[in-house]
């Protein structure tokens, strides 16, 4: 979502890079372009003009003409004011001392309250709750059958005594009563002993008084320990209206942002937070239920500006991986033997389990750069690599030097690709497996300009990606011929010097002698009165 405006601050940061001091018009230049970067990305104008006026200010104190590069400091003072308007500091849930804790989901017609309701439970069941939703959403077609399947796919308990409506028209039924219904999921949670309590209501407008009204009974009927505002991160600059109108006809303790995945340009969470004074506490970031995070503003602030989100990719990891698993491979890397496609297929499986590749290398400091090529990543080719494993025997796996030109072809047909793709598959692996037997020589990364051998470009990116990633250099120093390689390598290994010519001697002759002293040299009789002896 933060993609354009990510790419408009990089660049400004860009040109303070080559200046060594900064002067009051280059700081007025770099205020005037983040200003634009700001309002294209639809933030609210009074954000902007605060914004822009904090920065201002601190690049022109002492902090930054005292700095011994000021580039940096007005990077770190954009940073900082960016965390200031996104909220600060992460706020969690504030559980009440008595169970259930109540909490209300309030928003906008179409913001994605059900579903959010279900990722919600779906989280504080994992951090060890009972969470139980309610569906007091009895306006809108079907939305009592959609949390109830939400609800089955989270695995929490739904509590739905009224079918709700069952028209086409979004209007409520007669006999239906969402305040009572709220009212007896309480006494349900409480029967049933669930210590958390969702309750999902129906969507209203910022202008429509008589559902207003409805959402505040609902609110006095529960008393809610958190009433979390459901706002869709794409509307832009009603973000900031429909917030306050909410704030003054229900109220709320917190923001969820919802579509945080999509293609708008994010003004909704630079602006909501900083106008109404409530901290955004979660962000829904895709379709399925997993795809729900706690918002931590430093992070997203790191994201904006292409520094990446290591931390929530460590969480993520730390999620989805085995331990026991991860160590036994840890084991096979550090020793750099008995790595084979099985665990290879393995590693890619758990990959999967973290969610979307190109949404995990997006969260890695610099991708702004590689933009193209992460535009171009198609995931499906990992689903292809997969089906190429599958194909294999388990000899296969274990010792790919045995697949010759008839397995290949073989395990081509098997898994629907062309032996060209088994082929650089095998040599992607060989050269994984090169990098950890140096890893575990040298007990690091070795120094490799150019990039790790023998694993190419990212799986996926496509022809495209490809003719825009940057070219590969040749590594000097190396021949060409297979038997003088090897003994290249052989020498290196042993510690002695390589017998292979030197740079800048013709026809192999080996390393020149050192340059002789001429005070040294016998000279033909004669000469001696040319050199001043």
Request: glycine share 10%.
């Amino acid at each position: 979502m933060f993609a354009t405006l990510s790419d408009r601050l990089t660049s400004t940061f860009k040109n303070l890079r080559t200046k060594g001091r900064l002067s009051e018009a280059d700081v007025d230049a770099t205020v005037r372009e983040i200003r634009r970067a700001l309002l294209d990305a639809d933030v609210a104008v009074p954000v902007v003009r605060q914004f822009t006026g904090a920065v201002r200010e601190r690049a022109l104190s002492a902090e930054v003409s005292q700095a011994l590069n000021p580039a940096q400091q007005v990077v770190k003072i954009v940073n900082d004011e960016l965390v200031s308007i996104l909220g600060g500091e992460t706020r969690t849930l504030r559980f009440a001392k008595t169970p259930p804790t109540v909490i209300l989901l309030a928003g906008l017609q179409g913001a994605g309250k059900t579903t959010l309701a279900g990722k919600l439970a779906l989280q504080l069941k994992g951090e060890g709750h009972t969470p139980l939703l309610v569906a007091a959403d009895l306006q809108r077609p079907n939305a009592v059958t959609q949390l109830q399947v939400v609800g089955e796919r989270a695995g929490v308990p739904v509590f739905a005594p009224h079918p709700g409506n069952q028209g086409a028209d979004d209007v409520l039924p007669a006999g239906a009563d969402p305040v009572a219904v709220a009212r007896a999921g309480l006494e349900a949670a409480r029967a049933r002993q669930h210590d958390v309590l969702i309750v999902d209501t129906a969507g209203r407008l910022g202008v429509d008084a008589e559902l207003m009204a409805q959402a505040a009974d609902i609110r006095d009927a529960v008393q809610p320990d958190e009433i979390l505002f459901v706002i869709d991160a794409m509307i832009g600059q009603d973000a900031v209206n429909t917030a306050q109108a909410f704030a003054d006809g229900v109220g709320f303790t917190g923001v969820v942002l919802s579509k945080l995945d999509g293609d708008a340009r994010g003004g909704a969470a630079l602006s909501v937070a900083s106008v109404t004074g409530r901290p955004i506490m979660y962000a829904s970031t895709g379709e399925k239920l997993t795809d729900f995070e706690v918002f931590h503003p430093d992070r997203m602030a790191s994201r904006i500006l292409d520094m990446g989100d290591v931390l929530t990719l460590i969480e993520q990891a730390e999620k989805a991986f085995d331990e026991q698993q991860a160590q036994e491979m840890a084991g096979k890397l550090a020793s750099g033997e008995g790595f084979t496609l099985a665990d290879f297929l393995q590693q890619m499986q758990q990959l999967r389990k973290m969610g979307s590749l190109k949404k995990m290398f997006g969260m890695l400091p610099g991708m702004a750069q590689m933009r193209d090529a992460l535009d171009n990543f198609d995931e499906r080719e990992v689903d292809r690599i997969e089906a190429i494993i599958h194909s294999m025997t388990p000899a296969e796996r274990d010792n790919p030097k045995i697949i010759n030109g008839s397995r290949r072809a073989r395990i081509a047909r098997g898994s629907g690709t062309t032996p060209t793709d088994v082929n650089q598959l095998l040599e992607r692996f060989d050269g994984a497996q090169k990098m950890m037997r140096q890893m575990a020589k040298s007990g690091g990364m070795p120094g490799m300009p150019g990039g790790i051998p023998g694993m190419g470009n990212l799986p996926g990116m496509g022809k495209k990606a490809r003719g825009k990633s940057a070219p590969q250099r040749k590594v000097r120093g190396k021949s060409g011929n297979p038997a003088k390689r090897a003994a290249q390598e052989k020498a290196a290994l042993e510690g002695r010097p390589a017998t292979s010519a030197p740079a800048g001697s013709a026809f192999g002759l080996g390393r020149q002698a050192p340059e002789p002293d001429p005070a040294s040299l016998e000279l033909p009789a004669g000469l001696e009165k040319f050199l001043g002896r």
